[in-house]
């Protein structure tokens, strides 16, 4: 593993991360801060801050730079929905993100319990804020369509990389200009939904094609960027090629600020679901 990815993460510990644990156990839930690695998970798991993971926790992509399990995908537990809302209830949340694994076997690639889930956390914690990070749906318009008609406060679907390294990096199926449609159509289908996107740097892009990416997702209306360093999950991931320092972060968040991008947090340590509940207003 990489050893800058030790250097900065987070050791977990502590009354809450156990007590978070437990209703994690509790309810058999899954968590992409774990699935993926995450470098922050100690930190956020001692602030009760976490981002469930639906549909399973085995992926049906091979994106060369995701710690998630690739491989045949779990059934589907038509049960989720309601103890992804107990849990959320029981751990007293006043922001919620879920997200998924890819799940391109289904037809509705896994929307509708997206949605069920929305439905299901809302009823029992009507005060709640609501963050979605979805998969492309395969640019499916009716699955899309399931979700934001759940009007979750913020939906996100991350871009992950630049043009050029897409193809590269993200698994075959995925598309760069996919990405930036289900991006823009949300905005279409309900212009009161938050959007939001992320990507990584360094994996071998130059700072011109970080530029362009923030130009692209601008196009698309997004409201939230992250732009976090990527940091290998494991020794058979794809290698990091560049190390950028806080300085470049800084000016990357001041590029897309200055092209009139809402809100951008960029940082080393930055994930598409970090420290959420933070910049939400």
Known sequence: MDSYFA????????????????????????????????PNLGECFRRKSLTF??????CTRKCLFCGVKKGVPNKILKDEPEKIALAVKELALNYCVITSVSRDDLADYGAEIFAQTIEKIKEASPNILVE??????MGDLASLKKVVLKRPNVLAHNIETTKRLTKIIRDRKADYFRSLWILKKVKELDE???TKSGFMVGLGEDEKEIYETLLDLKEAKV????????????????????????????????????????????????????????YFH
């Not at 899954?30 to 993926?36: F, K, L, Q």
């Not at 979605?132 to 749906?137: H, K, Q, S, W």
């Not at 800084?250 to 340590?269: D, L, M, P, Q």
Request: net charge positive; glycine share 10%.
């Open 223 to 278: 409201d939230i960027v992250t732009i976090g360093q990527y940091l290998m999950p494991s020794k058979n991931s794809y290698p990091v090629k560049k190390y950028y320092k806080e300085g470049d972060f800084k000016k990357f968040a001041y590029w897309g600020e200055e092209i009139g991008i809402k809100k951008v947090i960029s940082g080393i340590k930055v994930r598409s679901s970090y420290l959420g509940e933070t």
């Open 53 to 58: 993971m639906i549909l399973g926790d085995i």
């Open 192 to 194: 009161r939904i938050i």
């Open 7 to 38: 250097k900065i993460s987070s050791l977990p510990g502590g009354k809450e991360y156990s007590f978070l644990k437990s209703i994690l156990k509790k309810y058999n839930l899954h968590t992409v801060c774990e699935g993926a690695k995450c």
């Open 132 to 137: 979605v990070l979805i998969p492309d749906f």
